[in-house]
Each structure stands twice: as C-alpha cells, then as structure tokens.
T-cell receptor, first 112, second 113 residues
C-alpha cells in the first residue's frame, strides 16, 4: 500500500528536550516537505527537500532541523530552540513537475 | 515570497445551497493552484486544482475559477451536503521544479442540515 507514513501520531516532550518526527514515503517521490499547522494559521512551511542530500529552509525554519540521507525518509527534529513547538506537524511529498502534494497523517506534538 | 490570503475564515450554508471560498495570491510567477479539504483530525486531501493556462475547471459539484490578471482564484461547491463540512485550504506554487506550496489560512465550512 503506497503512501506517506508519519510516526508517532502523538508525541509529548518535556521543555528543553529535542524530539525527532519520522516521515517515510514509498511513492518514489523526489520532493518532501514539512509543514506546521496551528489553529487559524493554515499550513506553514518549515523545510523542504527536492532531492536526496539537499534541503532548504521554509518560512519558519528557526528551531528545527532536517536531514535527507535517503529518498524515502525526511525526519524533522524539533530542537529546544523552538520556543513554541506545540502544534500539528504534517509531512508531504510530490513529484517534481507535478506539484500535487500528498500528505501523511500528521504528528501532534505537545510540550508538557 | 508568495503570500496567499483566504476568505472567509468561517462559512455556514444551508444544505443544498452553494458555498464560495476566495483566495488571492501575490507572486505573479505562481501557476499552480490546488484546493485541499481537511476533515477533523485527518490529513489534507487534494480535491481539485487548476493551472494558469486554464480559467475554470469543474469536477461534479466542485469548480475552481482563476483570474490571473487579478491574481485571485475561487472554489465553488454546489448542492452542498453534510459531508462537505470540513476545513478547506487554497494554495499556490510556481510548479515545474519549484513546487513548494504556500497555503492560505483555511476556511471552516459548516453545512447546516
């Protein structure tokens, strides 16, 4: 069954801790994205990668880091430098030239 | 960079009536405009999209119109049904090697039975 899988679905983090969100896709898509969703603010782009071993900052990259060592994987680390990390995080992928983005189920991160 | 504005933020319509959601964008190089539907607690899913070489596109009860000169595009849902209740997002991108999407802030559509 092809698609994008995010894990975990729910994540709790203590203040000051780093945490890594997983995103895996078996769609053979080159491009992958991380978005953050807050109530009333839509989806905001954190980082994106159009090819393995390359990625670019989006609109709200501060306090986040990513890696793209494999085509199918694009993990997001929320660092302690992110001041307000509680949000719903969505991973997506697309085929260059097609633009249509396919989303994972999301990870809801809560700082406790 | 691109800026996408979406209105209204909430919309309630009687079942069977039509709903219209409007978006404007700032980057004249944008040429791909998708609409996503997100049900509560679920992932956004593409419902319709339009490219800049087309002025209108229809898919059953859903249609999208694009005015490139004015830089705005709209989603039209006719004969609304309870299952249309969701949050709808518009987005824009340049496409063709620069596909990152910039999203609007969303419209919560409620269909009143």
């Amino acid at each position: 069954d092809g698609g994008i899988t995010q894990s975990p679905k729910y994540l709790f983090r203590k203040e000051g801790q780093n945490v890594t969100l997983s995103c895996e896709q078996n769609l053979n898509h080159d491009a992958m994205y991380w978005y953050r969703q807050d109530p009333g603010q839509g989806l905001r782009l954190i980082y994106y990668s159009q090819i393995v071993n390359d990625f670019q900052k989006g609109d709200i990259a501060e306090g986040y880091s990513v890696s793209r060592e494999k085509k199918e994987s694009f993990p997001l680390t929320v660092t302690s430098a992110q001041k307000n990390p509680t949000a719903f995080y969505l991973c997506a992928s697309s085929i260059p030239g097609r633009a249509e983005a396919f989303f994972g189920q999301g990870t809801r991160l809560t700082v406790v | 960079g691109e800026n996408v504005e979406q209105h209204p933020s909430t919309l309630s319509v009687q079942e069977g009536d039509s709903a219209v959601i409007k978006c404007t964008y700032s980057d004249s190089a944008s040429n791909y405009f998708p609409w996503y539907k997100q049900e509560l607690g679920k992932r956004p899913q593409l419902i319709i999209d339009i490219r800049s070489n087309v002025g209108e596109k229809k898919d059953q009860r859903i249609a999208v119109t694009l005015n490139k000169t004015a830089k705005h595009f709209s989603l039209h849902i006719t004969e609304t049904q309870p299952e249309d209740s969701a949050v709808y997002f518009c987005a824009a991108s340049r496409g063709f090697g620069n596909e990152k999407l910039t999203f609007g802030t969303g419209t919560r559509l409620t269909i009143i039975p």
